[in-house]
């Protein structure tokens, strides 16, 4: 540990207040989160790469390998863009450096952003902080395990059905996935267009929300984006007086979910009660029965499209062929792994003559049937409360040779993704001696209420949510 | 929902993909699990039910027709395989 400051427990917003009172220098303090990288990630293998000091004047940060960083490699968690350096930033890696935040480096993914648990990287999976024998969760594994060990204060993911709140979740960090259109997705390794959305991962929910202040509005770069009907504001109240939540009776009803998580969950209900919220049930007929199969459809033909830039021409891997075809089709059996190929296969066929109809429309319509299900049940509650993850981490490889498991993991966070939603993953306690989180979810543009609403029973609960076995 | 082998061939080939006689082999049996579990979106009737193809109600979000600098042709080309001449050079097509 360094002798300046306490990584494993610094939040974001103490470690700017250590630099505004002179108590640490910028460079003092990426030199602490570098220093706990050195001792903790052999282990844990959240960093891909690190970055030196670059003379920012502000805390440090991780991002996740999707976000692409000038002069610093970003892989995406591929053998296909194993040697790739950005020449350009991403807008959100271009905010965090104009608000003055260091970044100290590049963290796992599942490739592509394609998995629940990063094993699906190419470069080795990262492991829990909890328990290095189980995963961190996925796709954004390397960040969640980088913030909950004390090797960043804060991190950037990205969440295409579940990849910023599950890992959060499993690791005992708050994370959010931002309304659709909300953070800019110029210069992100492209999974599915229509559901990708980037955002934070951190210690608290205030942090988030910072960190959300910071990387959210309008840019030019990206015309699917949007700019904030409200600012955001840092949540203070530890109170939920007449707050209406709403708890979908088919979600509590699925036997995936595990007694321990359930168990914390139904406790962080009673305190929200205690608190003042007003807690009932509510309808979601459609999600938890059809979404993952919608997801299972959208998302893969979505990044069929999108993994097909991908030729061995103008960047990333290139093996050998006699002909122009024989060289793309042998690069991209070469670069791609096993998740990347089974997606860009099944999309592939759901967008194929005569199959479109009945796999990629049929899905879109279900979509639409989301959208408006999760519309009618907002008209009663102003914020629905589920489990994030139905299960605590699981041990490594596990579920790495199912991949229908594998997806399984995102059955509570793929809902409100396709339907466009925020979400938020606050821990509210633990099963097996591991976290398990709460997932929040209110309209789009709903993320005060979020913060607010999670802001509160962080506050209540007051969980210790370093690693055991770190303290 | 079986899937044949045939037809696992031939979406590789429109994929680009070249899978060798194994992958083939493996990945016929796990489209096929896959595909049973997400046909499921099939049991419902939503013949009446408008397509969603993008969650935000946002259209035609021009950009304003200004001029401006694009990357320089070093960059531009930094990252490829094989450049000649400020090209990308692949094999012949045939």
């Known amino acids: 540990m360094s002798a300046l400051v306490d990584t494993l427990r610094t939040t974001a917003e103490e470690a700017l207040g250590l630099l505004e009172r002179g108590d640490v220098s910028a460079a003092e303090l990426h030199a602490a989160y570098l220093d706990a990288i050195g001792e903790r990630d052999g282990e844990l293998h959240a960093y891909l790469r690190t970055a030196d000091y670059d003379g920012a004047s502000g805390i440090p940060i991780a991002l996740k390998d999707v976000i692409s960083t000038k002069g610093l490699g970003t892989t995406a968690g591929s053998k296909i863009l194993e040697h790739y350096v950005p020449v350009f930033d991403a807008t959100v890696a271009a905010r965090c450096r104009e608000s003055g935040l260091s970044v100290l480096g590049k963290t796992n993914t599942d490739e592509f952003a394609m998995g629940s648990s990063t094993e699906n990287s190419a470069f080795g999976p990262s492991r829990n902080p909890w328990d290095p024998s189980r995963v961190p969760g996925g796709s954004g594994g390397g960040t969640a395990s980088a913030v909950s060990a004390g090797l960043a204060p804060w991190g950037l993911g990205s969440d295409t059905g579940g990849s910023i709140k599950q890992p959060s979740a499993l690791c005992g960090n708050v994370g959010l996935r931002p309304t659709y259109g909300t953070v800019s997705r110029y210069g992100i390794v492209a999974f599915a267009s229509s559901l990708d959305q980037v955002g934070p991962v951190a210690k608290t929910v205030r942090d988030t929300a910072l960190l959300y202040r910071i990387v959210s509005g309008r840019d030019p770069s990206d015309s699917t984006t949007v700019e904030l009907p409200e600012a955001v504001e840092l949540p203070t109240a530890d109170r939920l007086d007449g707050l209406r939540v709403g708890v979908p009776r088919q979600a509590m009803a699925l036997e995936a979910i595990e007694p321990g998580v359930r168990a914390a969950f139904e406790h962080v209900l009673r305190l929200a009660e205690e608190l003042g919220a007003r807690v009932s049930e509510c309808e979601l007929p459609i999600s938890y029965d059809y979404g993952m199969p919608c997801y299972y459809l959208i998302a893969p033909a979505e990044a069929s499209s999108n993994l097909a830039r991908y030729d061995g021409v103008r960047y990333g891997l290139r093996s050998e062929g006699e002909t122009y075809r024989a060289m793309v089709e042998r690069t991209r059996d070469d670069g791609f792994g096993d998740e990347p190929k089974r997606r860009i296969m099944l999309g592939t066929y759901a967008l194929s003559a005569g199959y479109y109809d009945a796999y990629y429309g049929q899905a879109q319509r279900v979509r639409t049937l989301l959208v408006r299900e999760h519309a009618a049940a907002f008209e009663d509650v102003e914020v629905i409360a589920t489990p994030t993850s139905p299960t605590v981490a699981f041990p490594i490889g596990d579920k790495a040779a199912d991949p229908l498991a594998m997806y399984a993991c995102d059955l509570l966070t793929i809902p409100s993704c396709l339907a466009g939603l925020p979400g938020l993953s606050v821990p509210c306690g633990f099963s097996e001696g591991l976290p398990v989180g709460l997932q929040l979810l209110a309209p789009q543009f709903g993320e005060n209420t979020l913060f607010r609403a999670g802001h509160a029973l962080e506050q209540a609960l007051d969980l210790d949510l370093v690693p055991e076995r770190l303290r | ?94």
């Open chain 2, 1 to 94: 929902m079986a899937i044949t082998r045939e037809q696992v061939l031939h979406v590789a080939q429109l994929a680009r993909l070249e899978l060798g006689e194994a992958e083939l082999e493996r990945l016929t049996g796990e489209l096929g699990a896959i595909l049973d579990a997400v046909s499921k979106v099939a049991e419902l009737d939503l013949a009446d039910v408008p397509p969603t193809s993008h969650p935000l109600a946002v259209v035609n979000a021009w950009a304003e027709d200004e001029p401006h600098a694009s990357l320089p042709l070093e960059d531009v080309v930094r990252n490829a395989p094989a450049v000649e001449g400020g090209l990308f050079r692949v094999p012949p097509t045939t």
